[in-house]
């Protein structure tokens, strides 16, 4: 008998589960899944945003979108489409109640597990095809599947260290990217966001300005010290780089803004002597919430497509 046995939401960039089905099967082929279910959790931030893992008796499909993955486990010979169309329904749905921002910040296991409710409700009604045909447009999915198939994953790739490190552009041709490439696209950026980095900008702006008056001093008596020109013009250099970082997406993300956030520290450290402690707190304060920022800002999927 075709069917779907589980589903989960995980968020993409740490493998956290945000929500599941609390129905598993008991037996032996499905236990098994549910390991290949957490090894694919760790490794969805190196995986392309529609895939499908076979397993015997049993397939794994999921679909990432805005940072968020859908995840079920269906019997072998389950439509590809139905599956598909189910983890859409998932998606849609998750969006519309929960704000990504909840999602970004959760830090417990299964914080939206009340969402288990639609993906029961939805499950049974996916189980029971005769009440699916004014519920969905299946030629579409059909279509879009034909256009941009699933990636295949194998179980040998699933169990190399690093078997997905590698895949470019021409061996998943249906997403034309993968979610861990140099070009990856970032979340929305949002209101804190914007803040931190104009603050970054006036950080930098600040520290150069006062860079060039040492300068000046400098030329002016020469007992001045050039190191406090050169702590000036680094942290200008660090908080424009903070900048950067919260725009674009570059390999080692959180552990550049973190080395960035001390290079802050260390030059307003040494800048002691010239600055308040007022001011000092105000460029350390900026440093720690823009590190913060980029760190919450995460890499996101493929958009979904609601044709609206």
Same mark, same amino acid.
């Given at each position: 008998?075709?069917?779907?046995?589980?589903?989960?939401?995980?968020?993409?960039?740490?493998?956290?589960?945000?929500?599941?089905?609390?129905?598993?099967?008991?037996?032996?082929?499905?236990?098994?899944?549910?390991?290949?279910?957490?090894?694919?959790?760790?490794?969805?931030?190196?995986?392309?945003?529609?895939?499908?893992?076979?397993? #015997?008796?049993?397939?794994?499909?999921?679909?990432?979108?805005?940072?968020?993955?859908?995840?079920?486990?269906?019997? *072998?010979?389950?439509?590809?489409?139905?599956?598909?169309?189910?983890?859409?329904?998932?998606?849609?749905?998750?969006?519309?109640?929960?704000?990504?921002?909840?999602?970004?910040?959760?830090?417990?296991?299964?914080?939206?597990?009340?969402?288990?409710?639609?993906?029961?409700?939805?499950?049974?009604?996916?189980?029971?095809?005769?009440?699916?045909?004014?519920?969905?447009?299946?030629?579409?999915?059909?279509?879009?599947?034909?256009?941009? $198939?699933?990636?295949?994953?194998?179980?040998?790739?699933? #169990?190399?260290?690093?078997?997905?490190?590698?895949?470019?552009?021409?061996?998943?041709?249906?997403?034309?990217?993968?979610?861990?490439?140099?070009?990856?696209?970032?979340? $929305?950026?949002?209101?804190? #966001?914007?803040?931190?980095?104009?603050?970054?900008?006036?950080?930098?702006?600040?520290?150069?300005?006062? #860079?060039?008056?040492?300068?000046?001093?400098?030329?002016?008596?020469?007992? *001045?010290?050039?190191?406090?020109?050169?702590?000036?013009?680094?942290?200008?250099?660090?908080?424009?780089?903070?900048?950067?970082?919260?725009?674009?997406?570059?390999?080692?993300?959180?552990?550049?803004?973190?080395?960035?956030?001390?290079?802050?520290?260390?030059?307003?450290?040494?800048?002691? *002597?010239?600055?308040?402690?007022?001011?000092?707190?105000?460029?350390?304060?900026?440093?720690?919430?823009?590190?913060?920022?980029?760190?919450?800002?995460?890499?996101?999927?493929?958009? $979904?497509?609601?044709?609206?």
């Amino acid at each position: 008998m075709s069917m779907i046995l589980s589903a989960s939401v995980v968020r993409v960039r740490d493998g956290l589960p945000l929500s599941a089905s609390t129905d598993y099967d008991q037996s032996t082929g499905v236990q098994e899944c549910r390991k290949y279910f957490k090894m694919l959790s760790k490794k969805l931030s190196q995986l392309p945003d529609r895939c499908t893992l076979k397993t #015997g008796h049993y397939n794994i499909n999921f679909i990432s979108s805005l940072g968020v993955s859908y995840m079920m486990l269906c019997t *072998e010979n389950y439509p590809s489409v139905l599956a598909f169309c189910f983890l859409d329904e998932l998606q849609k749905e998750f969006i519309t109640t929960y704000n990504m921002m909840k999602t970004n910040t959760a830090v417990r296991p299964y914080c939206f597990i009340e969402f288990d409710n639609f993906i029961q409700r939805t499950k049974q009604r996916y189980n029971n095809t005769r009440s699916l045909s004014t519920k969905m447009n299946l030629a579409d999915m059909q279509t879009e599947i034909k256009l941009r $198939p699933p990636y295949q994953i194998s179980l040998s790739e699933l #169990g190399s260290a690093n078997g997905f490190a590698h895949l470019s552009a021409a061996e998943y041709k249906g997403t034309g990217k993968i979610s861990a490439a140099p070009h990856q696209r970032l979340e $929305p950026v949002t209101l804190p #966001g914007i803040v931190s980095f104009v603050l970054s900008l006036l950080c930098g702006a600040l520290n150069l300005i006062r #860079g060039f008056h040492a300068i000046e001093s400098l030329l002016q008596n020469e007992g *001045e010290d050039f190191s406090y020109v050169i702590a000036f013009f680094l942290g200008t250099a660090a908080c424009l780089y903070q900048c950067y970082l919260f725009v674009y997406y570059t390999g080692w993300r959180n552990a550049k803004s973190f080395l960035t956030f001390g290079l802050i520290c260390l030059c307003n450290m040494y800048l002691y *002597e010239l600055r308040n402690l007022w001011q000092l707190f105000f460029h350390v304060t900026v440093g720690a919430f823009s590190t913060l920022q980029i760190r919450l800002r995460q890499p996101q999927g493929k958009s $979904p497509d609601y044709n609206v």
